[in-house]
């Protein structure tokens, strides 16, 4: 299972001082969680939509699944993470996906 999560930032300024604090601080600490078993997050550079929403960066996440994500994002690391990463974003959807096999 993967949990895709958009998001803009509060302060579109800010966009490389995010990365560098992603690289160091997000993508290890994600991979420290239980329920995580891949991580990776990209910036946007180009959208194609018509619903007028804009999203600055995108995070894949691969998963065990959505009980145990959500879990691990209420305590503990998790919340610890979610709470700096919350200072940084605007707005942000999360989607969680499964394989159509």
Not at 7 to 15: G, I, N, P, R, V
Not at 26 to 39: A, D, E, H, L, T
Not at 41 to 60: A, Q, R, T, W
Not at 66 to 80: P, Q, T, V, Y
């Amino acid at each position: 299972m993967i949990a895709i999560t958009l998001f803009s930032l509060k302060d579109k300024e800010s966009t490389e001082q995010y990365k560098k604090w992603s690289l160091s601080s997000v993508r290890p600490r994600m991979i420290m969680m239980n329920s995580v078993k891949g991580f990776i997050d990209y910036s946007v550079v180009g959208l194609l939509n018509h619903s007028g929403i804009e999203y600055n960066f995108i995070e894949i996440i691969e998963i065990t699944n959505r009980k145990e994500f959500e879990d691990d994002n209420s305590k503990g690391l998790g919340l610890e993470l979610a709470n700096e990463w919350n200072d940084w974003v605007d707005d942000y959807s999360i989607i969680f996906c499964e394989d159509i096999n």
